[in-house]
């Protein structure tokens, strides 16, 4: 989404950005951690959403949904209207990001997002930093080699403190990964040589003692074994 577009959905676009006054007649944010899964979808990648979106989210008794960036707050607050209830992963899209290892640096990807979380405040805590990094067609600014993960490793890091220093409330994710045309076994040295932004989120859920340093780690698992994968973790 370009600068224009994201101005006319409602967030501003200038600065480092100040989290709102919180009003006394909104809700404040829902987030689950209990170990269970949740009935969720993931919404329309556009600045807006339907009538019949509504209407699925309200009569499919949706939990959860995740959302783009790019989407209104105007939608946000319908939907938690329509589902009091309803939780919010954010996915933080960013239109600089392209073919070619086009993509924008920690700073300017941080100076970009950290408004637009603060002007999501009421609605939402978790969000995922960028998607699919390791797309084998190179659409989402990397690609599948291990020097590919390795650099995302050391840009993402760099995007989390920027962030995290801004706006230390947010909870902010590892993307979830592309399948490459293999199969999922050629996913699983890109993971693991991002290791240290990864291994320690999956290890936070299962012992307290361990710190992480992203706070969600999203994933996307079509056609994935889970047992397979929590393993290589």
């Known amino acids: 989404m370009t600068t224009e577009k994201y101005a006319k959905a409602g967030y501003p676009i200038t600065g480092a950005g100040h989290a709102p006054k919180r009003a006394t007649t909104e ?19 556009d600045i807006d959403f339907t009538d019949l979106d509504y209407r699925l989210v309200r009569d499919a008794k949706i939990e959860t949904v995740k959302m783009m960036s790019q989407t209104q707050v105007a939608v946000f607050k319908r939907l938690r209207q329509e589902n009091p209830n309803l939780e919010f992963i954010v996915r933080l899209y960013d239109d600089r990001v392209g073919t070619n290892h086009r993509r924008p640096t920690p700073a300017e990807f941080a100076a970009r997002f950290i408004p637009i979380i603060n002007s999501l405040r009421l609605y939402a805590v978790k969000f ?28 993402f890091l760099d995007v989390y403190q920027r962030i995290k220093t801004a706006v230390p409330w947010a909870q902010l994710g590892f993307p979830g990964l592309a399948l490459h045309h293999g199969g999922w076994r050629g996913d699983l040295p890109w993971v693991q040589a991002c290791a240290e932004a990864v291994e320690a989120t999956v290890s936070a859920v299962t012992r307290e003692t361990v710190q992480a340093v992203a706070d969600l780690s999203p994933g996307h698992p079509a056609g994935v074994p889970v047992a397979p994968v929590a393993r290589a973790l």
Do not use: C, M, S
């Open 128 to 155: 995922e930093v960028h998607n699919e990094p390791n797309h084998q067609d190179l659409y989402e600014g990397w690609g599948p080699t291990l020097t590919d993960a390795k650099e995302f490793k050391t840009w």
């Open 27 to 45: 809700p404040l944010p829902v987030t689950f951690v209990n170990n269970r899964v949740r009935i969720g979808l993931h919404g329309r990648n």
